[in-house]
């Protein structure tokens, strides 16, 4: 498909709808165009003609006498098809129609939002929106502020997508105050045909978006966006707060934009595995695009706080502690320099209490001097008004240290008034700045998940030897049954078929029959009588456990035929289950769970008695690359039990990743498994091996 | 003692170290006083003389002709203990100390700070500080801004206590940015004698101050903190950023203010059972005062939200889901009164999306129909910027609502620009308003837990009949043996003592001893052999499980003794201890630790192989009440194990935490005791009755 240059880097631009009448969005868009100094042409069309922004209207796209690149349409929603067509005769190619009226208000809407996007298609267009607030370009050579937002555009780095158009605006606002600037930015709207995976792909290689910040309320093609994110988030970062978390959430962003929100665990999984950093409220996804502004990713987690005042020092550790950093062990060369010049009630230990006398020169020496520290990765700097010493002048000297020594990020924390804070939104500022210690430490954190996402290797996609013919045999047969359902031993036969260890078991009729089997299986084993008779075995003695021998076995075997000769219950024997005898304190679960919108996603966590409880379970989207498996396995609590806590043997950890790994396989192979639960899977007390003990598949018919 | 009038409503102040020299704390607490208007006398004491704000200086505060209630001394820390002399010659109550250089800096300081004490006790005077920032009351009457902040005072309901002084001179600034007034401050600094508890007691009865605020690093003295807050919360809101949370932070902590910080489990716990409303940022601590000031309590946890954008509804949305507060439903009346009057495309249902274009009629209607709705207890107003609407416009229009609908919390949204809040924070506004969603329904949140406190019982402090003699009696014999280990014996016997069910035991040398004891015990009982020769029981089959009859144990008992003969082992043996059998798939520990610096707390959690890996534990300082204990059972995961889930016997709820009331009594009466453990305390499967299996108690020598 073509790519977005035709909207975002425009020559000219119709706007179809201009108006006259003020505070209408026809006249808003003609006059931030005009403002912020579009470079290219501007072709204001409106049927009743009349002179717009002091450029002479034309009655129609077709009359406008140049080539036009792109149209920004606000006409009534009724009317955009046949406008449209018009820009086809005309040969534009790309469109961002702001006009609301289609999937949002309902099923007529829909409806002709799907005619639009068949037109678009059918010509060969892109579109942004409908129901969309309009593009934005800061590029000096293009300087296009196609959107009707109460504020001109502040030029920055960020790439910007909002699915809400209304909040979108709210958004450029507030950036604008806080002085972040952006390179582009883009309502997405209904978005008909450009979402928000075109716009990061877009960016991906547009170099002054040095940073891409989402906000979003459904994802329209998760597996895509996964695959762009994953691969651009190598590049540079993507942030993304994503609304509709919890499920009254998710019902209000369904009845707002008309899509299907999805389950948070799997957009969780989804932002998680393509390294994007998720937000949780737009002021913290502000704090950390400041960040990523001004600094460099740091080289570790080690952070060193300077400081003229104890208490916010303190809090600042307990943040740094609480997003599991690490607080900096300064070198003993480095306390000796600064106890060289701080004074005697000091602390030269981090955090560095420069005390509330500090003087400037205190905070350019103290910063020098931790910035040279090796066991400094990031550094911040915190000041509190005291007696003559001005704000903006720390500000300052900070800043120029920074100049000096780029290399490592300083953050800054001002608690001051905000007036400062006016006043360094009107600078260009190298250092973020931050009133309260919460969101310096924040955005340092965001620094540091950064960091590791560009280390963390982007694994692959392991494909294992497996049966595929006879597990597509067993779903074939199900099938052919009707059945959604798979029976027990049919579950364990795919789980076989793809290479997991399921327990060993077979089913024998005589003694000799169960000796066999045992003898193939390996002692110890189980034995657990069937019978059409007798439902409820143990009541019986009809399951005997931990038969180490093949003589036990014989004589358990014995025995129980005796006693149900006596009870007068042999004639409803079948035969026995022999079963491989799996002793475990440890149980987990894994399998494969379905999400409506997002697709199969691998589930991992502690099982038995505790599953429903502890809730202690992570899940990823399917397909897992080794990395993700072994991230899984490592995020639960219960991963503690693996490694041998309490003297118990060590579990085999590689086989329990591979377990997720041919889980995953079988899902890609088989799109159809809705569900799957390997309920338990045991830890062997002997070597450590995982068993699949018990299992069961359901498949969308 | 003297209550803290004389420091904050003086009459009569003498400055003892005013100055001149400009930028020195002499200076400008002078000049504070001065401007903000000190409503009686200042007297400026400086050995040199001169003129101090127009003021003629004494040279000595022994020179003043007036009555003086109260001292701001700033003169250097060496001549604090003359200058108190003199201070209480003059017949001076209340002294304010600002002179840094005591228990701060170390040991000399230290114990100057002593004797500071001593003095201060000896003379019957209260004093702030040293080392501190001053005190403020705006009171009309009394005026006084005693402290050298940055900025005047503004008026406002909040009695503010910092540790911290710089930090404290911080948070003014940015509280008159955030247009947040106090009706008195106090920086306690090193609280010699005067500390958060006094302050607190002292504004208990304080009309004007109607919510407290409190910094602190460390808490004096914890029972008292207890006694006073857990009392005053019932009457006004106390909100407490207590720093020092990690253990990186309170150790730097305990640098700066040189006091044991205590671990925060501890802290945590005071705070809860004390109704004090934690805060983990400044920021989130003047947005919950904001909302504090302008809002009722609500009536229940159910949050409309009107909005002209669905972006910020949807996060408003999810936090108030993640808060565990509920979406109001709203009735099919106010449903059908919002479609009256809303467009076709507004959605009438919780969160009301008036859409983008809503005039403020729409506000001023949709708000005063969703307020009538019974069904509405608290409501969040959205507002973005749009096309003509102004957000001051919208802002006094839902005051206006607000003067005629007190009874609900209102909060405001408005995602406009930083303009729009500064012209707020100049006005007297009656609803809280916020940039962003989340920080609204924090406040709401801590609105709603406040209503919880204020419906919570006080409970009581149970005393059980116990046999405490019989307890002591262990206690001294492992005490004249210099153990401080109980054996696993004594431990029980002590627990026993105390009527915790313990499983039954005993000790028998022959058949017809274990006889006897088993059928005092009950079956099934387990027989554990005791030998002097041979230390692995199960080797020998020395352990006998699950024997339910006189019979079987019998037969249990001769089978023993045959073996042990068979194998020569016979002679060492000592006897059997039979013991109780409980079965039980559930359990649980609970026990007592000491925290050095809040003393012993309650611990109630899951058990078993888990303990170690899910912390599925629970804190409580002792003693507990009633309600402490309902709260603590209920507040760990492993709760709903409980209650009968996977069709186990249901737990007897009431026992357990008639268990940890027993503990609390226990450790109430043996304050030596330093560590106890239950582990396991098993539910029976039987009866779910808690049976203390294992015990192990540690005294304080």
């Known amino acids: 498909m073509a790519s977005l240059d035709k909207i975002m880097k425009p020559k000219s631009i119709a706007v179809i709808g201009a108006s006259t009448k003020p505070h209408t969005i026809g006249s808003d868009i003609m006059k931030r165009l005009n403002e912020y100094g579009f470079k290219g042409t501007v072709y204001p069309v409106n049927p009743k003609g009349g002179v717009i922004e002091g450029l002479q ?39 961002v129609v702001i006009s609301a009226g289609f999937k949002e208000a309902g099923a007529e809407g829909a409806a002709l939002e799907a005619e639009l996007l068949k037109k678009v298609r059918q010509y060969g267009m892109r579109c942004v929106g409908p129901n969309c607030l309009g593009v934005v370009n800061t590029l000096p050579e293009v300087r296009m502020d196609g959107c009707f937002a109460e504020t001109l555009p502040v030029r920055g780095d960020i790439g910007f997508v909002s699915q809400s158009g209304a909040l979108g605006g709210g958004i450029l606002n507030i950036l604008k105050d806080l002085g972040i600037g ?33 906000y979003m309320e459904s994802i329209q093609n998760p597996a895509n966006f996964r695959r762009l994110a994953s691969r651009i988030t190598k590049k540079k970062p993507i942030l993304a707060l994503k609304a509709g978390r919890s499920a009254a959430g998710a019902s209000a962003a369904s009845s707002h934009t008309g899509s299907l929100a999805g389950s948070d665990k799997a957009a969780e999984a989804l932002l998680r595995q393509s390294g994007v950093i998720r937000e949780y409220s ?13 600094c460099p990713l740091p080289k570790g987690d080690r952070v060193c706080i300077i400081t003229n005042s104890g208490g916010p020092g303190i809090m600042a550790t307990d943040a740094i502690c609480e997003y599991g950093m690490q607080m900096a062990q300064l070198t003993e060369e480095t306390k000796a320099e600064l106890r ?7 602390s030269v230990k981090n955090p560095v209490d420069m005390i509330a006398s500090a003087p400037l020169e205190h905070y350019q020496k103290t910063l020098t001097t931790v910035l040279a520290d090796p066991n400094v990765d990031m550094v911040i700097s915190i000041y509190l008004p005291f007696l003559g010493l ?20 300083i953050v800054g924390v001002f608690m001051t008034k905000n007036e400062f804070f006016s006043a360094i939104s009107e600078m260009d500022v190298t250092i973020p700045f931050f009133q309260f210690a919460e969101e310096a430490v924040d955005g340092l954190a965001r620094l540091n998940m950064q960091r590791k996402w560009m280390e963390r290797p982007m694994g692959t996609f392991p494909r294992y030897e497996v049966d595929q013919t006879r597990a597509q045999a067993v779903f074939d047969a199900a099938k052919a049954e009707g059945r959604a359902e798979l029976t027990t031993r049919e579950s364990l036969d795919v789980l076989d078929a793809y290479g997991v260890r399921v327990c060993r078991a077979g089913f024998a009729r005589s003694e000799e029959e169960a000796v066999a089997l045992a003898n193939k299986i390996g002692y110890p084993v189980v034995m657990k009588m069937t019978s059409k008779t007798t439902s409820h075995k143990t009541d019986v003695g009809g399951v005997r456990v931990n ?67 502890m809730k202690d379970v992570t899940f990823n989207l399917a397909p897992l690359t080794d990395i993700d498996a072994h991230e899984m396995v490592r995020s639960v609590k219960a991963y503690k039990l693996l490694t041998g806590a309490r003297g118990t043997t060590p579990a085999d950890v590689a086989k329990v990743e591979e377990t997720l790994l041919r889980l995953s396989q079988l899902v890609t192979d088989f799109p159809s498994v809705a569900e799957l639960d390997i309920n338990p899977l045991m830890i062997s007390d002997k070597n450590g091996e995982a068993i699949a003990v018990d299992g069961r598949i359901k498949v969308k018919l």
């Open 182 to 214: 952006f390179a582009q930015f883009i309502s997405i709207g209904n978005q008909a045909d450009i979402n928000a995976e075109d716009a990061i792909e877009y960016w991906e290689n547009e170099d002054d978006v040095k940073q891409i910040l989402l």
């Open 390 to 409: 001005r704000d903006i002048d720390v500000a300052k000297a900070l800043m120029q240290i920074k100049a000096e020594h780029p290399e490592k990020p």
């Open 282 to 294: 737009l002021e913290q996804l502000f704090s950390t695009a400041k960040v990523f502004k001004n």
């Open 547 to 613: 038969m180490d021998s093949e003589e036990t076995l014989r004589a358990n075997y014995r025995d129980l035929i005796e006693k149900l000769r006596e009870k007068g219950l042999l004639e409803g024997l079948e035969g026995v289950i022999i079963q491989e005898m799996v002793k475990s304190s440890r149980e987990l679960v894994c399998g494969i769970a379905d999400d409506p919108q997002y697709g199969p996603m691998i589930m991992f966590g502690l099982g038995g008695v505790f599953v429903e409880v």
């Open 340 to 346: 060289s010049f701080l004074p005697a009630a000091a």
């Open 57 to 95: 209207a034309y009655t129609n796209v077709l009359e406008v006498p140049g080539e036009v690149d792109m149209a920004i349409i606000v006409v009534n929603s009724k009317f955009v098809l046949s406008t449209i067509d018009q820009c086809n005769e005309k040969g534009i190619k790309g469109l």
